[in-house]
Nanobody, 115 residues
Framework: QVQLVESGGGLVQAGGSLTITCAAS????????VEWYRQSPGKEREMVAR???????NYADSVKGRFSIDRRNAENTVSLRMNSLKPEDTGVYFC?????????WGQGTQVTVSS
């Protein structure tokens, strides 16, 4: 059984930084694509960062240069370091991965950026 668990969300002032982490069981992040999605109030869920099996990284234009995705194979975790946070970064952040069995989502972690 695959389980993804996000942690590290919270309240931060604009301009601040926060790191959120996704821990996996039942799936090896080193062997599969991992993505961070964001669901902001009134908006559709959007992909903000991804890291591939080969460690290639992609970012949404809105976060490029501010967010950084990283993977720790020994811990089977993927983190998202968020710098220079803006109020529009507020939302629930979800971890997503997939393998030959299907797609997997975490329960999400709330990030709130105050102005």
């Amino acid at each position: 059984q695959v389980q993804l668990v996000e942690s590290g969300g919270g309240l931060v002032q604009a301009g601040g930084s926060l790191t959120i982490t996704c821990a996996a069981s039942g799936i090896m992040f080193s062997e599969n694509l991992v993505e961070w999605y964001r669901q902001s109030p009134g908006k559709e869920r959007e992909m903000v960062a991804r890291i591939t099996r080969g460690s290639s990284r992609n970012y949404a234009d809105s976060v490029k240069g501010r967010f950084s995705i990283d993977r720790r194979n020994a811990e089977n975790t993927v983190s998202l370091r968020m710098n220079s946070l803006k109020p529009e970064d507020t939302g629930v952040y979800f971890c997503h991965s997939r393998d030959w069995r299907g797609n997997y989502w975490g329960q999400g972690t709330q990030v709130t950026v105050s102005s």
